[in-house]
């Protein structure tokens, strides 16, 4: 790895096991843990520098000085981007899906002071940009750039979610974790043994392409994993009383935030579930925290 991303990586913290207790698991005979990588730096997004880390060091290694990517404008792919391009002295430039806000989202405060440039692109383009997958795919892209689709989801982002598997030092037989892209979720899928199954929670509505976005960015033909579709909330960054209120309460008896665009769905499904008595009793479950707490700032 690029010295500049090793010296980057002296600033994280350990992203810990939280082991969950409470009465309705012992009810069900489950034991659940929470990968917190929402501890992992107290600005970089959890899962996003897992995704991140090995394609900036592809770009680092490639001597270009410029990464261009695209996202909201409350994007923790982005934000992440924008900060850790800063940090390893990368130029970034950021392509936003929409009009330009009158006053700039805190999260694109940030960006804009960590150097990204920022440029808003009408929806329908944005759409376009989605079909270049590939680091030089952009139309127009200069020798000295490099290319980031959406989310960071290209095959490079997996090998830093197996870091994240093989962090796990508790024995497991269920993986839980929140789906944008799904990126996350591939890099666990091609990490872990077969013998494991991994469970997404989407966190878009109509998220059914996901399936065959995954099965593209997976090494191997694997047949141990879903997604939920069911627990979105009306849609991407849509919340509901009941998920707030959820979320408070898991708060409250954990001590472990959670933000309500990803994790916290992911967590009301998983609990769902559990009634439903979807998961097996003596099952260990390990809930991946994604991160994105920033994305909580009004
Ligand atoms: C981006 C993000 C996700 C989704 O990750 P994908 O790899 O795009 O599926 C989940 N949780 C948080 C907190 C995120 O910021």
Known sequence: MHPKLIKLETTFNKSVLAKINNAMLDYYGIELWMKRDDLLHPVISGNKWRKLKYSLDHALSLDVDTVISMGGAYSNHLHALAYAGNAIGLKTIGLIRGEQPETLTPTLMDMKNWGMKLKFVSRSEYRTL?????????????PNQYWLPEGGAQALALKGLAELIAEIEVPHDVVCV???TGATLA?????????????????FKNAGFLTDDITRLLSR????????????????AK????????????????SIPLEPVYTGKMMYGLYDLLHRQYFKRGQRIIAVHTGGLQGKRK
């Open 130 to 142: 989605r079909q270049y997958q590939g680091s030089f795919d952009l139309p127009g892209l200069k």
């Open 178 to 180: 929140s789906c944008g």
């Open 187 to 203: 890099g666990i899928i091609d990490a872990v043994p077969e013998d494991i199954s991994v469970v997404g929670f989407a966190a």
């Open 221 to 236: 033909n694997c047949n141990n994993w879903r997604i939920n579709l069911d627990y979105h909330f009306g849609g991407f």
């Open 239 to 254: 919340t509901t009383t009941e998920l707030i209120s959820f979320i408070n309460e898991f708060e409250l008896n954990t």
